[in-house]
């Protein structure tokens, strides 16, 4: 007998990318910086693979305003592996973060 298999659509990685990366203090929000129109053209903030077994990650986040920044992508970073590996039970591969802006 076979151990039941458990398939994480990639829309439930998406959000659970966004929602822990939204969880650290100094994120405003998920999202691309720049007018709107260049960040619909841009494409969606949060970018997933999932290849051999791992995610990777490529996110795009908004800071507060007086928050250093290099922190502020670490914490995101550990929140985002952290979400992958725990809640969703995958292996997390390259995650990055990339600040595009500060403020509202």
């Known amino acids: 007998m ?3 298999v458990l398939a994480v ?8 990318v ?3 990366a939204l969880e650290v203090p100094g994120v405003i929000r998920v999202a691309r910086g720049g007018p ?4 619909w053209f841009a494409g969606s903030p949060v970018g997933v693979r999932v290849r051999d077994g791992r995610v990777s990650v490529r996110l795009w986040v908004i800071a507060r305003p007086g928050v250093a920044l290099v922190p502020l992508a670490a914490q995101v970073r550990s929140a985002v592996t952290g979400a992958i590996e725990r809640l969703l039970g995958l292996e997390a591969g390259m995650v ?3 600040v595009d802006g500060v403020g509202g």
Do not use: D, F, N
Not at 9 to 16: L, Q
Not at 36 to 39: I, Q
């Open 2 to 4: 076979t151990a039941p």
């Open 9 to 16: 659509g990639r829309s439930v990685i998406v959000e659970m």
């Open 18 to 20: 966004r929602l822990a």
């Open 36 to 39: 709107a129109l260049r960040a």
């Open 96 to 98: 990055t973060v990339i």
